[in-house]
């Protein structure tokens, strides 16, 4: 009996595996509005039930698919508790994650794909917003809130500060980078943009007196 609950618990992984993949392939090649959840089935080689029994619809697949990929790219995992260390060398850790996240090739491209069909479906803003940088920053904001608990730093809104720091560490390349108008920098810029950022947002939240 385990054994085969072990089975059907596989199987129910890999069909969901397969039309998060299907999704996401559609949605970068022809777009959120155009992507029918038929053609998505037939990518995925399942039915269309079953893509039903996994997601109720198109925007919560993309939610899904956002979630997934949010964890693959930074490779944080929100559920984790931020290491005790120096608040420099976490802010540089969880910083370069952020970094790396938003540079993604395949990360712009849902970028691009949000930006271009939010008008019309501004579900799916929700959708992205939700499942990624709300995250990060509901992540950093806990972490900085503890900060500010113990006297370490001094964050009295957490949530805004949080987002000013994943700012400051994006704004240097993300907007260039989705329209193109510049390369992915080198290990070296990023270090030296990233220890700057830090140096000036720590330097910043500093207690006084």
Known sequence: ????AEKLKAATQSKRE???AAARKLFLETGFGSTSMDAIAAEAGVS???VYSHFENKETLFAAIMG????????????????DEK???????????ILR????????????????????FPELGKAFWNAGPEVMKDY?????????RRGILSVPDADLAAFQFMGMIK??????????????????????????????FVNGVKPTG
């Open 68 to 83: 997934d990929m949010c964890r693959i790219i930074s490779g944080t995992n929100p559920d984790e508790p931020i290491p």
């Open 171 to 200: 704004w240097p390349y993300h907007i260039r980078l989705l329209f193109g108008a510049a390369d992915i920098p080198s290990e070296e810029e990023l270090e030296m943009a990233l220890d700057q950022a830090v140096s000036i």
């Open 48 to 50: 269309k039930r079953t």
């Open 140 to 148: 950093l904001a806990e972490y900085l809130s503890e900060l500010d």
């Open 87 to 97: 608040p420099e060398l976490v802010l540089k850790t969880v910083g370069m994650h």
């Open 18 to 20: 397969l039309i998060v």
């Open 101 to 120: 996240s938003v540079m993604e090739p395949e990360a712009l491209d849902v970028f691009r794909v949000v930006l271009a069909e939010n008008a019309t």
């Open 1 to 4: 009996m385990v054994k085969m």
